[in-house]
């Protein structure tokens, strides 16, 4: 037999050889021209933001009740005053029933020993062992969502943010330190005050904490024609005036806001917490929707979906 024809003998023949060719073909083209890897889009970062209101704040219980039954994930979480309180004990591991029980019994007198001061007529020094019973965590470090507490430093003028580490009870009491009734917190060379001062709602220290999506929780009082009949009731209003001028500035960081109509009920009213409570689950209720949108969630979802899993902001 000749050379060739042997070589020829010796060819695959059949589907078997073609396919092979197929395969080096593909092969060669993928290493040259390889395909752009498909990326599942990831869920938005949600930052929650809850404004001070005094005992207004406890409708704040209500939203993160509705947010923790219908499993929207809480990547970070900012408070301001009464606001501060409430995420610092919800960041930290209690339960929106647990916070409820404090709340329901909880009286001025377990955060404030009145006294003699030129800088205020009240020591905030009980809402050290009251905080210590609220919190399931006390230091920034060991909190189970990102918390951020902000604080007032009437010195420099602006925003005081607490977060990352350190002391959380020192911070909520700064933060609650309300001009007038409680006297100012020192801190590192700062006189620090309620953060409400500065910042009514704290969007922007959320920003700053690399969520995508802020949602503001705003506690509005009174909207006008109430005339006060006593020194903090004047402070109070005051208060108000002042944070309707500075409301741009924390709605511009919004992406959606909560306004629990709570306006209604008095600043110091500890009694009113089932009322409290109802009002903002029902407006945060009513927020659901956007929020469900934003995580890609079918109109259909129910409250036994499984959980989103959290991620912690450092």
């Not at 406890?58 to 005053?81: D, N, Q, T, W, Y």
């Not at 009513?286 to 109109?299: F, K, N, S, T, V």
């Amino acid at each position: 037999m000749s050379a060739e024809r042997k070589r020829m003998r010796e060819v695959p023949e059949g589907p078997s050889w073609t396919h092979a060719v197929r395969r080096g073909l593909r092969a060669a083209k993928d290493s040259f021209f390889p395909k752009p890897k498909v990326v599942a889009p990831r869920a938005p970062l949600i930052g929650v933001a809850l404004g001070g209101g005094f005992a207004r704040g406890i409708a704040h219980i209500g939203v993160l009740r509705v947010f923790e039954k219908h499993k929207i994930p809480i990547h970070a979480i900012a408070g301001v005053s009464a606001g501060a309180m409430v995420a610092a004990a919800y960041a930290g591991g209690a339960t929106t029933a647990e916070i409820e029980k404090a709340a329901r019994g909880m009286r001025f007198r377990d955060v404030a020993r009145w006294t003699i001061s030129l800088m205020g007529l009240a020591d905030s020094g009980r809402m050290i062992p009251f905080l210590g019973r609220l919190l399931k965590a006390t230091t920034f470090e060991r909190m189970n969502i990102a918390l951020a507490v902000v604080a007032s430093d009437i010195v420099a003028g602006k925003p005081f943010v607490f977060r990352g580490e350190g002391d959380v009870v020192l911070a909520i009491r700064a933060s609650c330190s309300y001009p007038g009734l409680f006297q100012p917190v020192r801190h590192n060379g700062c006189c620090l005050v309620d953060g409400y001062v500065c910042c009514e709602v704290p969007t922007d220290p959320l920003r700053h904490m690399g969520v995508d999506r802020v949602i503001a929780v705003h506690l509005p009082g009174p909207s006008g024609g109430v005339d006060p009949r006593n020194l903090f009731a004047v402070v109070h209003r005051c208060f108000q005036v002042m944070g309707t001028r500075l409301d741009n500035e924390w709605r511009s960081q919004a992406d959606l806001v909560i306004t629990p109509e709570v306006a209604h009920v008095p600043w110091d009213s500890f009694t009113s917490v089932a009322e409290m409570i109802a009002l903002g689950e029902k407006a945060a209720l009513e927020a659901l929707p956007e929020i469900e949108r934003w995580l890609g969630r079918d109109a259909a979802w129910t409250a036994e979906a499984p959980a989103r899993v959290r991620e912690r902001i450092d």
